[in-house]
């Protein structure tokens, strides 16, 4: 055997042995996710925003995943059933919760059966649908800070619209209640149609209303938006300050819609998840879709996203002990 061909085996050699124990260091399940369909749970009604957001998401990460991703839907006790459904399958990446901002809410407000920050891992939020404080024009508030005043001027004799106490609706009136000190007096409603029409009407002073119930009102010129509680502004009203342009820091109210795992599910296959899902959501038809439903994405890391529940339940757990809020 000449020196060349010596050289050329051990070379393969070294090359089978760094294969192998590349493949010892990936296991077989991570190298195989996934290996059959995936499912999304969703606790959100069929034909909701978030249900609308989850199957256009879902159509598109079947291409990346190489496997049928199938939507389901799981309802009851404020999305918790689903997640449940979710805990109680094995933490191969196969079934996922598709839950919204409710989740850093209900825990603090009811008993369920999981601890939403020791049993559950964020995978990637899916979009961010924003609130928007809307007035009726006869009203006469041109601005927050007009609304503010007013408040301030007689406190107690204001009141507000929401779809029920812990949701995005309530929980956004009690952040802007807690930066601005005002006091005003909480109407709950049944749904975002009435408390609109309510508010249209001028029976509630303001409500946080989800984008997608308020905008035609606002450009048929019956609803005035005074600002949009994000980060950001929307696409949808760029003329609209947000809350902190507007002169309110830290009050802003992120309503997102996201995706969850168990806690053990291996780090290879969330980042998969994540990245698949990033992908589709950079797509210009789930875009598309996401604009329709007022929604805007909302791209974050795995580990960004964890973060970002863990800070939001902290500061929700403050805003109802201040305001004392429960569900009836």
């Given at each position: 055997?000449?020196?060349?061909?010596?050289?050329?085996?051990?070379?393969?050699?070294?090359?089978?042995?760094?294969?192998?124990?590349?493949?010892?260091?990936?296991?077989?399940?991570?190298?195989?996710?996934?290996?059959?369909?995936?499912?999304?749970?969703?606790?959100?009604?069929?034909?909701?925003?978030?249900?609308?957001?989850?199957?256009?998401?879902?159509?598109?990460?079947?291409?990346?995943?190489?496997?049928?991703?199938?939507?389901?839907?799981?309802?009851?006790?404020?999305?918790?059933?689903?997640?449940?459904?979710?805990?109680?399958?094995?933490?191969?990446?196969?079934?996922?919760?598709?839950?919204?901002?409710?989740?850093?809410?209900?825990?603090?407000?009811?008993?369920?059966?999981?601890?939403?920050?020791?049993?559950?891992?964020?995978?990637?939020?899916?979009?961010?649908?924003?609130?928007?404080?809307?007035?009726?024009?006869?009203?006469?508030?041109?601005?927050?800070?007009?609304?503010?005043?007013?408040?301030?001027?007689?406190?107690?004799?204001?009141?507000?619209?929401?779809?029920?106490?812990?949701?995005?609706?309530?929980?956004?009136?009690?952040?802007?209640?807690?930066?601005?000190?005002?006091?005003?007096?909480?109407?709950?409603?049944?749904?975002?149609?009435?408390?609109?029409?309510?508010?249209?009407?001028?029976?509630?002073?303001?409500?946080?209303?989800?984008?997608?119930?308020?905008?035609?009102?606002?450009?048929?010129?019956?609803?005035?938006?005074?600002?949009?509680?994000?980060?950001?502004?929307?696409?949808?009203?760029?003329?609209?300050?947000?809350?902190?342009?507007?002169?309110?820091?830290?009050?802003?109210?992120?309503?997102?819609?996201?995706?969850?795992?168990?806690?053990?599910?291996?780090?290879?296959?969330?980042?998969?998840?994540?990245?698949?899902?990033?992908?589709?959501?950079?797509?210009?038809?789930?875009?598309?879709?996401?604009?329709?439903?007022?929604?805007?994405?909302?791209?974050?890391?795995p580990e960004q996203f964890d973060a970002m529940i863990r800070e939001e339940m902290a500061a929700n757990a403050a805003i109802i002990k201040a305001a004392g809020i429960k569900i009836d």
């Amino acid at each position: 055997m000449t020196h060349s061909s010596t050289l050329t085996r051990r070379h393969l050699i070294q090359t089978a042995a760094g294969l192998a124990a590349t493949s010892l260091a990936t296991p077989l399940w991570a190298q195989a996710y996934p290996n059959r369909p995936v499912r999304l749970i969703s606790g959100a009604t069929a034909g909701s925003a978030s249900d609308i957001i989850a199957r256009a998401v879902a159509e598109k990460i079947q291409a990346e995943l190489g496997q049928p991703v199938i939507v389901e839907n799981r309802l009851g006790a404020s999305g918790t059933i689903a997640v449940g459904a979710m805990l109680a399958a094995p933490p191969d990446g196969h079934t996922v919760s598709v839950y919204t901002a409710a989740h850093t809410v209900v825990p603090l407000l009811s008993k369920v059966p999981y601890d939403p920050l020791k049993d559950i891992s964020a995978v990637i939020p899916l979009a961010v649908v924003p609130n928007v404080l809307v007035v009726a024009p006869s009203k006469g508030f041109k601005t927050v800070q007009d609304l503010v005043a007013a408040a301030k001027a007689k406190p107690g004799s204001l009141n507000y619209a929401s779809v029920g106490a812990g949701t995005a609706t309530s929980m956004s009136a009690e952040k802007f209640r807690a930066a601005t000190g005002i006091d005003a007096v909480h109407v709950p409603f049944k749904g975002s149609p009435e408390a609109v029409n309510e508010t249209i009407a001028g029976r509630t002073d303001f409500f946080f209303a989800p984008l997608v119930s308020a905008l035609p009102m606002i450009k048929a010129g019956r609803l005035q938006a005074l600002a949009v509680a994000t980060t950001k502004r929307s696409a949808q009203l760029p003329d609209v300050p947000t809350l902190a342009e507007a002169g309110i820091a830290n009050s802003e109210y992120l309503f997102w819609i996201g995706m969850l795992v168990p806690v053990k599910t291996p780090r290879d296959v969330v980042n998969r998840l994540n990245q698949a899902t990033q992908r589709a959501l950079a797509t210009p038809e789930v875009r598309e879709r996401l604009a329709s439903q007022g929604a805007e994405p909302l791209p974050m890391s795995p580990e960004q996203f964890d973060a970002m529940i863990r800070e939001e339940m902290a500061a929700n757990a403050a805003i109802i002990k201040a305001a004392g809020i429960k569900i009836d």
